[in-house]
């Protein structure tokens, strides 16, 4: 069995720093984030082990400060945090203060604003909820329903696949001739880098295994684009999700991941691939898994 990972894969800057800064601020004083930091439950329990605490109403916070998610907010729910008295603190990702940038630009110039992403996803409820007139859309089925504008400004959803937002900017363009679209490309270079390299890594595997939260939204991107490349994937959260039968011995193995996972994450799955390799026995003894894939 060969092992091969994807030229880019796991962490990014962003959620690195909001980690950081989280520990950081829960060594000197309590601190509460306001949802989840990052969507990645292996994280989660590393930062409830320094002593990070999480909730979604801000009025629960007795003590310390309040931290906003690497996801965003809108200026709404950051008000709500500091009408509680707690000094509020942003691990918003500067990519996603890009977006927040853009559309408001976009509405100061007259656009009715459309954002590309997953409706009730922590960083599309961020960028929409200052918002009283808007769209979120996923599909050309939803574009159909649009009501016709002079003007659409269109950013979309950090953690998008470009290749999608882009046949949905034109699909918009497509279904309103005679109206005005503007796009301003608001998905973050570490999303279109592990994308680009899930498709390379998917056309040399027999079998990916991606590697991220079950609800990390661009995990759940990473499958869906190996999938359409390689006909075996799995999504798994961690080491321990992986089953042996999964893998045959003359398998290409690639590996992937979410850019929530932590590089030791990461480590594990592989090594735990390098056992299996070196002992079939265990391809039929390792544990059912709390969490498979695809």
């Given amino acids: 069995m060969k ?30 984030v306001l949802g989840e930091l990052v969507h990645n439950r292996d994280v989660l329990a590393d930062l409830q082990r320094h002593g990070v605490r999480f909730t979604n109403d801000p009025r629960q916070v007795a003590a310390g400060s309040i931290l906003i998610t690497a996801h965003g907010a809108s200026d709404r729910r950051i008000d709500e945090a500091r009408a509680t008295g707690r000094p ?25 604003p459309v954002i590309i992403g997953k409706r009730g996803h922590v960083e599309v409820d961020g960028l929409t909820g200052d918002l009283c007139d808007y769209d979120v859309l996923l599909s050309e089925a939803e574009i159909a329903e649009l009501t016709s504008r002079d003007r659409f400004g269109v950013v979309a959803q950090t953690t998008q696949p470009i290749d999608r937002v882009r046949q949905l900017v034109q699909a918009l363009r497509d279904r309103f001739p005679e109206s005005e679209v503007l796009f301003r490309d608001t998905v973050c270079r570490p999303t279109k880098e592990r994308q680009s390299a899930a498709v390379e890594l998917a056309r040399r595997a027999d079998i990916v295994i991606v590697i991220g939260g079950a609800n990390s939204n661009n995990t759940r991107e990473l499958v869906a684009t190996c999938s359409r490349h390689c006909s075996r994937v799995k999504h798994v959260q961690s080491a321990a999700d992986l089953r042996g039968d999964w893998f045959r011995p003359e398998d290409t193995v690639g590996i992937t991941a979410g850019t929530s996972t932590p590089d030791w994450v990461i480590d594990g799955v592989e090594q735990a691939l390098q056992r299996i390799n070196l002992d079939p026995i265990e391809r039929t003894a390792m544990k059912e898994p709390e969490f498979a894939g695809v």
């Fill in 88 to 112: 509020v603190a942003e691990a918003t990702c500067p990519l996603v203060h890009h977006a927040h940038r853009e559309l408001h630009m976009l509405l100061a110039a007259g656009y009715h």
């Fill in 3 to 32: 092992i091969l990972r994807a030229s880019h894969l796991g962490m990014c800057f962003g959620v690195r720093d909001a980690i950081a800064l989280a520990k950081q601020t829960a060594a000197r004083e309590p601190v509460t």
